[in-house]
Nanobody, 123 residues
Framework: VQLVESGGGLVQPGISLSLSCTAS????????MGWFRQAPGKERTIVAR????????YYADSVKGRFTISGDNVKNTLYLQMENLKPEDTAVYYC?????????????????WGQGTQVTVSS
């Protein structure tokens, strides 16, 4: 099983950035997929989550209206489109996969994790 994130970088406030996460080794469409982030000294928290087969989505209040999560079951790839980035969005972003039931907003509910990609928003 492997999750590989890409697309992070250093951007100025207000700029957009797109993250990708390519999955292999498991049936992508059968898992709930999520994006989490962790800033230095803080806990890892959920950013967005998409249900199996993309039926429903969840967004943290801090990113609602600015971030969009989506998945491509043919390419086995998860995306996070981030608009109007703010300095407080600076963190390492992780994609994760869960085969549990429920709302699935906690990191401990996710089975597989990527290595993370750094997003830094600074002028």
């Amino acid at each position: 099983v492997q999750l590989v994130e890409s697309g992070g970088g250093l951007v100025q406030p207000g700029i957009s950035l797109s993250l990708s996460c390519t999955a292999s080794g498991f049936t992508f469409s059968s898992y709930v997929m999520g994006w989490f982030r962790q800033a230095p000294g803080k806990e890892r928290t959920i950013v967005a989550r998409i249900s199996r087969r993309g039926i429903s989505t969840y967004y943290a209040d801090s990113v609602k209206g600015r971030f969009t999560i989506s998945g491509d079951n043919v390419k086995n790839t998860l995306y996070l489109q981030m608009e109007n980035l703010k300095p407080e969005d600076t963190a390492v972003y992780y994609c994760a996969a869960s085969n549990n039931a429920g709302v699935l907003l906690r990191s401990e509910e996710y089975k597989y994790w990527g290595q993370g990609t750094q997003v830094t928003v600074s002028s």
